[in-house]
């Protein structure tokens, strides 16, 4: 794989980054989202998902939100809107592929199928963005997908979450018969290598606290605490 893209699949929001195997520590965090506040960068968008009264795929992030709240409430009522739903398949005891999630009108849609099509938003934007970055790119081959999860969800909840990424239809889709290129990740082990990997300049020095009242604190880290 010539480059990694890592998807951080929030409850709340929610983001990618990527970095090419030839320069693995130089990550690429996606930082321009439509929809966003103007002049920010907003390392992250809000985890909604908007389908149309048909139940194709509208938008995500900022651009659902915004379409959404600005619709007639009459119309919105014929809109399934989903946003923090994330954590509804660890909170479904009896998780199964035909699970089903319910929109902010009350209509109902296979859970599975919420999630394939915030997966293929991310898919779909981060390709688009590798190929602004390097058109030379073979998407099909050339990349590998990673997808945050919580350590707290039980198998069935990593499998549904593989099972919305293999999801067609797309051009940039995973496939069961390459199961290498896509991982499914915890978030704190994901954590712990990102603290890993941070230089010694990165880490606030805990021997360096401001004197209170004139008296310095009793506790102090070593020299040898730094280097190690």
Not at 77 to 97: A, C, N
Not at 218 to 226: A, G, P, Q, T, Y
Request: with cysteine; glycine share 4%; hydrophobic share 35%.
């Amino acid at each position: 794989f010539s480059v990694v893209v890592a998807i951080d699949f929030g409850t709340t929001s929610s983001g990618y980054a990527f970095s090419f195997s030839n320069d693995p520590e130089a990550i690429h965090m996606m930082r321009k989202w439509e929809g966003g506040d103007p002049g920010v960068a907003n390392q992250k968008t809000p985890t909604s998902l908007l389908l149309t009264p048909e139940g194709a795929f509208h938008s995500f992030g900022y651009t659902a939100r915004d379409y959404y709240h600005d619709l007639d409430p009459d119309e919105a009522r014929d809109w399934l809107y989903f946003e923090k739903f994330k954590m509804k398949i660890h909170s479904t005891s009896d998780l199964t592929m035909q699970t089903e999630l319910e929109a902010m009108n009350g209509k109902k849609v296979q859970a599975l199928e919420v999630f394939a099509h915030a997966l293929r938003f991310f898919r779909q934007h981060a390709v688009q963005e590798l190929k602004d970055q390097c058109p030379s790119l073979q998407e099909k081959q050339a990349i590998r997908w990673v997808i945050t999860v919580p350590a707290i969800w039980k198998q069935p909840a990593k499998q549904f979450m593989r099972e919305a990424a293999y999801k067609p239809p797309s051009p940039s889709s995973v496939s069961p018969e390459n199961p290498e290129q896509l991982l499914i990740a915890l978030e704190p082990e994901a954590a712990s290598i990102y603290c890993r990997k941070l230089r010694l300049n990165q880490l606030i020095d805990l021997s360096c606290k401001p004197v209170t009242n004139g008296l310095a604190p009793e506790l102090s880290i070593d020299s040898s605490f730094r280097q190690g």
